[in-house]
C-alpha cells in the first residue's frame, strides 16, 4: 500500500523560508515522478513543482518559480520542497504526489497517489 506522508508545515512570516519534506512507501521511489500541488481555501488544487526520477528533471508553476526548490533523497525515499521568499498568497494545504508515468506534468490527474497534505500559511 503506498504512502506518502508530508510534514514541515507551519506558521511564518513574509519573506520567510519553510522546508517541506514527503515520506513515501509501499512504491518503487526510485521509478516514481514526484509533484507538490497547494490548495487555498476556496480555490482549485493547483500544480507547484514536480521532479524526475534521477532528482535532475524539475518543473515548477510560474508563481513559485525562483523562490521554491524541489529536491528528493532516493536513498531515503523522500521528496523535498524548500520555500523561501514565502509570500501571503502561498498560504494553503501542500501536497506531495507520486506518478508512476514519465513525465513532468502539471495536472494533477496524471499523478496516481496523493498525501493527506500539510497546511503552510504565511503572515503578512
Known amino acids: 500500500q503506498v504512502q506518502l506522508v508530508e510534514s514541515g508545515g507551519g506558521l511564518v512570516q513574509a519573506g520567510g523560508s519553510l522546508r517541506l519534506s514527503c515520506a513515501a512507501s509501499?512504491?518503487?521511489?526510485?521509478?516514481?515522478?514526484m509533484g507538490w500541488f497547494r490548495q487555498a481555501p476556496g480555490k482549485e488544487r493547483e500544480f507547484v513543482a514536480t521532479?524526475?526520477?534521477?532528482?535532475?528533471?524539475?518543473r515548477y508553476a510560474e508563481s513559485v518559480k525562483g523562490r521554491f526548490t524541489i529536491s528528493r533523497d532516493n536513498t531515503k525515499n523522500t521528496v523535498f520542497l524548500q520555500m523561501s521568499s514565502l509570500k501571503p498568497e502561498d498560504t494553503a494545504v501542500y501536497y506531495c504526489?507520486?506518478?508512476?508515468?514519465?513525465?513532468?506534468?502539471?495536472?494533477?490527474?496524471?499523478?496516481?497517489?496523493w498525501g493527506q497534505g500539510t497546511q503552510v500559511t504565511v503572515s503578512s
Open positions: 504526489a507520486a506518478s508512476n508515468l514519465w513525465d513532468l506534468r502539471s495536472e494533477s490527474g496524471w499523478y496516481n497517489y
Open positions: 521532479i524526475g526520477w534521477g532528482g535532475v528533471a524539475t
Open positions: 509501499g512504491v518503487a521511489f526510485s521509478r516514481v515522478v
